[in-house]
């Protein structure tokens, strides 16, 4: 059985980091998109934040993280991570990872509808 289960979450000041760090089992990850998602509010839809390829680690990332979020993957340990710089109240959300993305029409999919847990980021100003 997949599973993804995400931690690293807090509160932090505006301006602080936080790492996020998403454990992935119960199947294979390599030559795989992994990335995560985030979600401000249960009533909003989730947000593409960032993919990486888990083989050779090149990443993308959405213009509203871009050089303040950095993506990064241990394939030994099958666990990503999220490393959020410089962060802003607008990134409070709910964080999820996601596996088995892939890319259409312009935008980032899953393609199923599993989500782990989540971890709740909040930035206070």
């Known amino acids: 059985q997949r599973q993804l289960v995400e931690s690293g979450g807090g509160a932090v000041q505006a301006g602080g980091s936080l790492r996020l760090s998403c454990k992935a089992s119960?199947?294979?990850?390599?030559?795989?998109?992994m990335g995560w998602f985030r979600q401000p509010a249960p009533e909003n839809q989730r947000e593409w934040v960032g993919?990486?390829?888990?083989?050779?680690?090149?990443?993308y990332y959405a213009d509203s993280v871009k050089d303040r979020f950095t993506i990064s993957i241990d394939n030994a340990e099958n666990t990503v991570y999220l490393q959020m710089n410089s962060l802003k109240p607008e990134d409070t959300a709910m964080y999820y990872c996601?596996?088995?993305?892939?890319?259409?029409?312009?935008?980032?999919?899953?393609?199923?509808?599993?989500w782990g847990p989540g971890t709740q980021v909040t930035v206070s100003s």
């Open positions: 119960g199947g294979s990850y390599s030559s795989n998109f």
């Open positions: 996601a596996a088995n993305l892939f890319f259409r029409g312009g935008a980032w999919h899953k393609v199923d509808d599993y």
């Open positions: 993919t990486i390829y888990s083989s050779t680690g090149v990443t």
